[in-house]
């Protein structure tokens, strides 16, 4: 069981017992108005007779329906009776009918087939209460914190430290006092020391006290709570990324003390860009100045950014202007078509490129196939769990998804490496090359050196990636917590199957000279994988049981590791690699550039600054499908569906949609009235260039770049322009949205426009 699964349940509890509650109230006030106003009791026996009367002319048939409707009619008059005498009596009119906490389920937690508001609100609470635990509001309080630390001395500026850390302590006060579910975020940033945590913390007691759920740590610890539950290394009892999406007020303290990876740059985005779209307050302190603060965007985002009269950094001030940079983009707004120049300006991920035909055959026809049908098993397994109970549909939800991720990324990569027949044309190209080397000795082996490595060390990184995938993706041990969780008993079938599953998997698909010798003398002691994988799972699953079994395949595990971390002589295994390979890279890329002289080289991306040109562009699937390079607003649209959070649009774009309402950013495409939202292009990009700008051949900014097509993933790996298409959000409809849907229109006059072509 998650932890909102834990507190799920948990609150249904309470919420049952409200209605217990709620059910005992109303019987003692039915006994108390029965002694004191017999004439009601004889008005209800007179309904239950009625309802007897229902049932005999329903039994009986016939034309039902006038008796039915006089026996309504009955009804209606004596409940307006019984409310007559209630009121004639000094009572309130309903006050024989049950009061729930919540109307709307009447206490049950449900409201149909979904999860009610006050259940989920109720679960937050709980849960966040769970997590902050450890965070000592208490010593943080409005009351105990001090102004005299700061000092009355004058500023360049004009003011006093003490007088502006005065202003800031009476709107944190003043915040906490007024907050609501929809109140403003903030921002809090400056050096270390001077109170940003706790007035936090103050404006958490206060929001705590009125009843509303605070989540609250450094962002170093959030993150790396999520990164372990991302990846399969959580202890499976908490769903860390949700409260944090969920809770009435979110306070991160310290950004950027945590780690500069791709991971936490979007999961820092996606938490703050999504609290932003749900309305949700969210408290951010750093220790970071405005350029710190500008790399810890997401994908893409509007700030303005204010300074002093004289366009130089500044002490806050309501005489304080929008900063002018020296330099900036002109937007153009005539829009794109197939055909445009497009260009990206940004830092990607990594690319590898020119590895050779047996690395690439490695990734389509061994790596990726074996890792999708690993993965495609386990998907089933918990899928099922998912249908057939929906306490297992939450508590899975989490790693399903996590599964999926690298899952549907492989498939594209392996379909468009076949697609393309990447294997084939570097195969003839190394061919090529070698027959050029045959006389030049620095070059001569340098290829038959590299596929003699590629075989040397293939096995040994395949059982890696297997080993991982299997005997690594399962839990170690199950905690006291998680045994104590109320569907942790229905979970067992379903971790049993897993076991069998990646028992299986491990045993039939990793190299046995890679096999570690622990499973290999249980598999030899059982009879069959599945045999041993259910006896180490039984000494997981029962509380108290020997794990010897379990700590001896671990450590076996982490020591095979190790080995073939030796053997492949690199720390650098994120891709198929060893030490030798990247020597003799060196030699094998020097020769290409000597032999193949009118081909452009452009350096595998690393993470640095790149720029990739390119055109709009739709393309063709393999079947003769043409697909246009440009999406719009009616695609939207065609996709909303409130059940499910990424397509759940705003109310005030349906309303806009409704209406035709698109003021200045309406535009004609294929004969409809619309906005456009995304296109196409062939520009190459790779995982990080989420957000880069795209720039037409004027240097004018017309979108933003945010993903590739699905058989683009393969670009790491062979780029053509054929079909790697990279998917951008057009400029006009990030404006579109800025006007219409957050009416702040106002920012146009910040920006210069064009709409030459």
Same mark, same amino acid.
């Given at each position: 069981?998650?932890?909102?699964?834990?507190?799920?349940?948990?609150?249904?509890?309470?919420?049952?017992?409200?209605?217990i509650?709620?059910?005992?109230?109303?019987?003692?006030?039915?006994?108390?108005?029965?002694?004191?106003?017999?004439?009601?009791?004889?008005?209800?026996?007179?309904?239950?007779?009625?309802?007897?009367?229902?049932?005999?002319?329903?039994?009986?048939?016939?034309?039902?329906?006038?008796?039915?409707?006089?026996?309504?009619?009955?009804?209606?008059?004596?409940?307006?009776?019984?409310?007559?005498l209630?009121t004639?009596?000094?009572?309130?009119?309903?006050?024989l009918?049950i009061?729930?906490?919540?109307?709307k389920?009447?206490d049950?937690?449900?409201?149909?087939?979904?999860f009610?508001?006050?259940?989920?609100?109720?679960?937050?609470?709980?849960?966040?209460?769970e997590?902050?635990?450890?965070?000592?509001?208490e010593?943080?309080s409005?009351?105990?914190?001090?102004?005299?630390?700061?000092?009355?001395?004058?500023t360049?500026?004009?003011?006093?430290?003490?007088?502006?850390?005065?202003?800031?302590?009476?709107?944190?006060?003043?915040?906490?006092?007024?907050?609501t579910?929809?109140?403003?975020?903030?921002?809090?940033?400056?050096?270390?020391?001077?109170?940003?945590?706790?007035?936090?913390?103050?404006?958490?007691?206060?929001?705590?006290?009125?009843?509303?759920s605070?989540?609250?740590?450094?962002?170093?610890?959030?993150?790396l709570?999520?990164?372990?539950e991302?990846?399969?290394?959580?202890d499976?009892?908490?769903?860390?990324?949700?409260?944090?999406l969920?809770?009435?007020?979110?306070?991160?303290d310290?950004?950027?003390?945590?780690?500069?990876?791709?991971?936490?740059?979007?999961?820092?985005?996606?938490i703050?860009?999504?609290?932003?779209?749900?309305?949700?307050?969210?408290?951010?302190?750093?220790?970071?100045?405005?350029?710190?603060?500008?790399?810890?965007?997401?994908d893409?985002?509007?700030?303005?950014?204010?300074?002093?009269?004289?366009?130089?950094?500044?002490?806050?001030?309501?005489?304080?202007?929008?900063?002018?940079?020296?330099?900036?983009?002109?937007?153009?707004?005539?829009?794109?078509?197939?055909?445009?120049?497009?260009?990206?300006?940004g830092?990607?991920?990594?690319?590898?490129?020119?590895?050779?035909?047996?690395?690439?055959?490695?990734?389509?026809?061994?790596?990726?196939?074996?890792?999708?049908?690993?993965?495609?098993?386990?998907?089933?397994?918990?899928?099922?769990?998912?249908?057939?109970?929906?306490?297992?549909?939450?508590?899975?939800?989490?790693?399903?998804?996590?599964?999926?991720?690298?899952?549907?990324?492989?498939?594209?990569? /392996?379909?468009? @490496?076949? &697609?393309?027949?990447?294997? +084939?044309?570097?195969?003839? *190209?190394?061919? =090529?090359?070698? %027959?050029w #080397?045959?006389?030049?000795?620095?070059?001569?082996?340098v290829?038959?050196?590299?596929?003699?490595?590629?075989?040397?060390?293939?096995?040994a990184?395949? /059982?890696?990636? @297997?080993? &991982?995938?299997?005997?690594? +993706?399962?839990?170690?041990? *199950?905690?006291p =917590?998680?045994r %104590?969780? #109320?569907?942790?008993?229905?979970r067992?079938?379903?971790?049993?199957?897993?076991?069998?599953?990646?028992?299986?998997?491990?045993?039939?698909?990793?190299?046995?000279?890679?096999?570690?010798?622990?499973?290999?003398?249980?598999?030899?002691?059982?009879?069959?994988? =599945?045999?041993? %994988?259910?006896?180490?799972?039984?000494?997981?699953?029962?509380?108290?049981?020997?794990?010897?079994?379990v700590?001896?395949l671990?450590k076996?595990?982490?020591?095979?590791?190790?080995?073939?971390?030796?053997?492949?002589?690199?720390?650098?295994?994120?891709?198929?690699?060893?030490?030798?390979?990247?020597?003799l890279?060196?030699?094998?890329?020097?020769?290409?550039?000597?032999?193949?002289?009118?081909?452009a080289?452009?350096?595998?991306?690393?993470?640095?600054?790149?720029?990739?040109?390119?055109?709009?562009?739709?393309?063709?699937?393999?079947?003769?499908?043409?697909?246009?390079?440009?999406?719009?607003?009616?695609?939207?649209?065609?996709?909303?569906?409130?059940?499910?959070?990424?397509?759940?649009?705003?109310?005030?774009?349906?309303?806009?949609?409704?209406?035709?309402?698109?003021g200045?950013?309406?535009?004609?495409?294929?004969?409809r009235?619309?906005?456009?939202?995304?296109?196409?292009?062939?520009?190459?990009?790779?995982?990080?260039?989420?957000?880069?700008p795209?720039?037409?051949?004027?240097?004018?900014?017309?979108?933003?770049?945010?993903?590739?097509?699905?058989?683009?993933?393969?670009?790491?790996?062979?780029?053509?322009?054929?079909i790697c298409?990279?998917?951008?959000?057009?400029?006009?409809?990030?404006?579109?949205v800025?006007?219409?849907?957050?009416?702040?229109?106002?920012?146009?006059?910040?920006?210069?426009?064009?709409?030459?072509?």
């Amino acid at each position: 069981m998650s932890m909102k699964e834990e507190q799920i349940q948990r609150a249904l509890q309470i919420i049952s017992q409200r209605r217990i509650t709620a059910k005992q109230q109303n019987e003692e006030r039915m006994q108390e108005i029965e002694t004191r106003i017999p004439a009601i009791s004889e008005i209800n026996m007179q309904l239950a007779r009625t309802s007897m009367e229902v049932m005999r002319i329903i039994r009986d048939g016939g034309d039902t329906r006038p008796k039915i409707e006089a026996l309504q009619k009955q009804n209606l008059q004596a409940h307006q009776m019984v409310q007559k005498l209630l009121t004639q009596n000094g009572y309130p009119a309903d006050y024989l009918e049950i009061h729930y906490t919540c109307e709307k389920c009447q206490d049950t937690g449900y409201c149909r087939t979904k999860f009610c508001t006050c259940l989920t609100s109720l679960a937050a609470k709980l849960a966040t209460e769970e997590l902050n635990r450890s965070a000592q509001f208490e010593l943080s309080s409005f009351s105990t914190f001090s102004l005299k630390y700061y000092s009355n001395q004058r500023t360049a500026a004009g003011g006093s430290c003490y007088a502006a850390m005065e202003r800031v302590f009476l709107f944190c006060q003043e915040y906490a006092n007024q907050f609501t579910s929809e109140s403003p975020s903030i921002l809090m940033f400056g050096k270390t020391g001077l109170g940003k945590t706790h007035l936090s913390l103050a404006i958490a007691n206060v929001v705590l006290q009125k009843g509303y759920s605070v989540l609250y740590d450094s962002a170093i610890n959030f993150l790396l709570q999520v990164e372990k539950e991302h990846f399969g290394r959580g202890d499976g009892n908490t769903d860390t990324l949700d409260l944090l999406l969920s809770c009435d007020l979110l306070i991160i303290d310290d950004l950027g003390t945590e780690f500069h990876t791709q991971f936490y740059q979007s999961m820092v985005y996606n938490i703050i860009n999504t609290r932003m779209n749900r309305k949700k307050p969210t408290i951010i302190s750093t220790n970071l100045d405005y350029d710190g603060i500008s790399r810890h965007t997401g994908d893409f985002s509007l700030f303005r950014i204010y300074a002093g009269k004289d366009n130089k950094p500044a002490a806050y001030s309501p005489e304080n202007v929008p900063y002018r940079p020296k330099r900036h983009f002109t937007i153009s707004t005539a829009g794109v078509e197939e055909g445009d120049f497009t260009m990206i300006y940004g830092f990607p991920g990594n690319t590898q490129e020119y590895i050779l035909s047996d690395a690439v055959a490695y990734i389509a026809e061994r790596s990726d196939p074996a890792k999708i049908a690993i993965r495609t098993g386990r998907l089933d397994i918990i899928s099922a769990a998912q249908e057939s109970d929906p306490a297992l549909r939450i508590h899975y939800a989490a790693k399903h998804a996590s599964i999926a991720n690298a899952w549907k990324k492989w498939q594209g990569e /392996a379909l468009g @490496i076949g &697609r393309l027949g990447t294997v +084939a044309s570097k195969r003839a *190209y190394e061919q =090529e090359f070698a %027959a050029w #080397a045959q006389d030049k000795p620095e070059y001569r082996s340098v290829v038959a050196d590299l596929k003699a490595e590629y075989a040397r060390i293939a096995d040994a990184y395949f /059982a890696r990636e @297997i080993t &991982r995938e299997t005997l690594g +993706a399962l839990p170690e041990r *199950y905690t006291p =917590e998680e045994r %104590a969780e #109320a569907a942790f008993a229905r979970r067992e079938q379903t971790e049993r199957a897993l076991f069998e599953w990646l028992f299986g998997q491990y045993a039939r698909r990793c190299p046995v000279q890679y096999q570690i010798p622990a499973f290999l003398a249980g598999v030899a002691a059982s009879g069959s994988p =599945e045999a041993y %994988a259910g006896e180490v799972f039984d000494t997981l699953w029962r509380e108290g049981a020997d794990t010897t079994a379990v700590h001896a395949l671990h450590k076996d595990t982490e020591r095979m590791l190790g080995h073939i971390g030796w053997m492949l002589e690199t720390k650098s295994l994120r891709n198929l690699n060893s030490g030798r390979l990247n020597e003799l890279y060196t030699t094998y890329i020097k020769g290409l550039r000597e032999w193949d002289t009118l081909r452009a080289f452009y350096p595998d991306a690393n993470l640095t600054l790149r720029v990739a040109y390119g055109h709009v562009g739709g393309y063709e699937y393999a079947d003769g499908e043409y697909h246009k390079p440009q999406t719009t607003l009616d695609g939207i649209i065609a996709k909303d569906n409130p059940e499910i959070y990424d397509y759940d649009i705003p109310q005030a774009l349906r309303e806009l949609y409704a209406t035709k309402d698109y003021g200045r950013w309406a535009t004609t495409i294929d004969g409809r009235r619309t906005v456009p939202v995304c296109f196409l292009a062939t520009n190459h990009t790779t995982g990080g260039n989420s957000g880069s700008p795209i720039i037409n051949g004027r240097g004018e900014l017309v979108g933003l770049n945010f993903d590739r097509t699905w058989r683009s993933t393969m670009s790491d790996v062979a780029f053509d322009e054929t079909i790697c298409r990279n998917i951008a959000v057009d400029v006009r409809y990030v404006l579109f949205v800025i006007d219409r849907i957050g009416g702040a229109g106002y920012l146009f006059g910040e920006m210069d426009f064009s709409r030459r072509k």
